[in-house]
């Protein structure tokens, strides 16, 4: 007999995580892989490489959706619940992590951090603007220095006098990294004061005028840099825990909400299957002349279209799954139903 469990999916725009759960929550496996610009083919890779390290088989009971592509994701599996990173981030830290009052979450392309009382988020904040202070960020300044990513910890611990970086933006940063290089700085001293840098640039403008206590948590791909942990932890002169699987929390805590709205709804999945993974998908983009905005409109059609070389996104047609891209809205399918669409 299958075992049952629930699926959650993060769809971000660097990576795109997957997690199964047990029905009664407990973690059984995750992938996480590049969303590289196509977050569809990403979330079928990611299903097909989850089913491949699964050894037995399961039936999902509910799906939950999180992180920028939640609601493509959600179209594409027939998720039962989508919800925003925060209160995915939120959950399954408070599951893991119980007694949490504060996440810290640095991933590829933002950075956040939110403040739990009693299991409930009392206030959080977002970046997704500075490009100080992200994965991304480090991973190019690593490669600049020519330190392999998973080195790039280990090598900042070493330090004895970190540099003092300039971290209040990416621009600021790199150039003052590049003059503190030439200057002969140890690849080390770089390293932590560049984590100093983050730190600083994070507790200074997301963490500002906020409570932060104990017990901190430390989310997201960031934390698997034992540097920025340990400037974080001087920072803060308080402990900082990184769960085990930190990379893939969002997508826990998308599965995490799965399980509670089936305990409380009881209702049946909307879960298209397994098989999503070998649907056919085919994707359009068009500009809408319909104003001087000339807004970029995905359209994705499961299986064939009914149109060959579609020139206008209401010359789409099919079955139509998601559409999203215009400013004012009128191309979004959420709340849309394809009869109403048709008269746009
Ligand atoms: S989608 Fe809306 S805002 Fe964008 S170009 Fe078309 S009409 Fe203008």
């Given at each position: 007999m299958n075992k049952k469990s629930f699926l959650g999916i993060d769809v971000g725009s660097v990576t795109t995580k997957?997690?199964?759960?047990?029905?009664?929550?407990?973690?059984?496996?995750s992938v996480m892989l590049r969303t590289a610009g196509k977050p569809v083919i990403a979330v079928q890779k990611g299903l097909k490489l989850l089913t491949e390290k699964l050894t037995c088989e399961y039936d999902v009971l509910g799906v939950g959706t999180t992180g920028s592509g939640r609601q493509l994701a959600g179209t594409l599996l027939g998720a039962d619940v989508v919800k925003n990173e925060i209160t995915a981030h939120a959950v399954a830290a408070s599951i893991n992590v119980p007694?949490?009052?504060?996440?810290?979450?640095?991933?590829?392309?933002?950075?956040?951090?939110?403040?739990?009382?009693?299991?409930?988020?009392?206030?959080?904040?977002?970046?997704?603007?500075?490009?100080?202070g992200t994965g991304s960020f480090l991973d190019q300044q690593a490669s600049r220095l020519n330190v392999p990513i998973h080195e790039f910890g280990p090598t900042a611990l070493k330090s004895t006098a970190p540099a003092r970086i300039a971290g209040r933006c990416g621009v600021f940063a790199e150039s003052d990294l590049i003059h503190?290089?030439?200057?002969?700085?140890?690849?080390?001293?770089?390293?932590?004061?560049?984590?100093?840098?983050?730190?600083?640039?994070?507790?200074?403008?997301?963490?500002?005028?906020?409570?932060?206590?104990?017990?901190?948590?430390?989310q997201g791909g960031v934390a698997s840099n034992s540097g920025m942990v340990k400037a974080f932890e001087e920072a803060l002169d308080?402990?900082?825990?990184?769960?085990?699987?930190?990379?893939?929390?969002?997508?826990?805590?998308?599965?995490?909400?799965?399980?509670?709205?089936?305990?409380?709804?009881?209702?049946?999945?909307?879960?298209?299957?397994?098989?999503?993974?070998?649907?056919?998908f085919k994707s359009f983009t068009?500009?809408?002349?319909?104003?001087?905005?000339?807004?970029?409109?995905?359209?994705?059609?499961?299986?064939?279209?009914?149109?060959?070389?579609?020139?206008?996104?209401?010359?789409?047609?099919?079955?139509?799954?998601?559409?999203?891209?215009?400013?004012?809205?009128?191309?979004?399918?959420?709340?849309?139903?394809?009869?109403?669409?048709?008269?746009?």
């Open positions: 997957i997690a199964i759960i047990s029905e009664n929550g407990e973690f059984i496996d007694g949490v009052h504060t996440i810290l979450e640095i991933g590829g392309q933002d950075s956040k951090i939110i403040i739990m009382r009693d299991s409930i988020v009392t206030d959080f904040a977002m970046n997704t603007v500075c490009a100080a503190k290089q030439q200057l002969g700085y140890p690849i080390e001293d770089l390293l932590y004061g560049l984590c100093q840098a983050l730190v600083r640039n994070y507790l200074s403008n997301l963490a500002l005028g906020k409570e932060i206590l104990p017990t901190v948590v430390f308080m402990k900082v825990i990184v769960p085990e699987n930190h990379q893939t929390m969002g997508a826990i805590g998308a599965a995490l909400l799965a399980m509670e709205n089936y305990q409380f709804t009881g209702a049946q999945t909307s879960f298209k299957g397994w098989e999503v993974q070998d649907f056919s068009h500009e809408c002349h319909d104003c001087a905005n000339s807004c970029e409109v995905i359209s994705i059609v499961q299986g064939e279209p009914e149109c060959e070389d579609p020139k206008t996104p209401k010359d789409v047609k099919g079955d139509i799954i998601a559409r999203w891209g215009g400013t004012c809205g009128k191309w979004d399918l959420a709340n849309t139903t394809q009869e109403q669409m048709a008269h746009k």
